[in-house]
Nanobody, 121 residues
């Protein structure tokens, strides 16, 4: 599976932004999809993941209630809708695919290239 993340940009605090991650290759619907982020000088951290069918989702406490993950298996795409953005959300956001549920980046087999989100105060 090849992943291509997009949708990042510069926004102001309180704004919304939607990230997309398009997958090519086979069996997208068989993977758990996750979003991670990495701020400058920090380790990559878990943001959210979604089950193969989309019925099960999980969020990091830092984004719960503000971010929503979804997927469209017909379009081979996973989304991250971000609202009420804060300056501390500034990071490069990565999508990833896994066969297992995990918060640990190393468990994910495939990664997109990342898209930069910058939130100004």
């Amino acid at each position: 599976v090849q992943l291509q993340a997009s949708g990042g940009g510069l926004v102001q605090a309180g704004d919304s932004l939607r990230l997309s991650c398009a997958a090519s290759g086979r069996a997208f619907s068989s993977y758990i999809m996750g979003w991670f982020r990495q701020a400058p000088g920090k380790e990559r951290e878990f943001v959210s993941h979604i089950s193969q069918g989309g019925g099960r989702t999980y969020y990091a406490d830092s984004v719960k209630g503000r971010f929503t993950i979804s997927r469209d298996n017909a379009k081979n795409t996973v989304y991250l809708q971000m609202s009420s953005l804060k300056p501390e959300d500034t990071a490069v956001y990565f999508c990833a695919a896994s066969s297992s549920y995990s918060f640990v980046p190393s468990v994910y087999h495939y990664w997109g290239q990342g898209t930069l989100v910058t939130v100004s105060s």
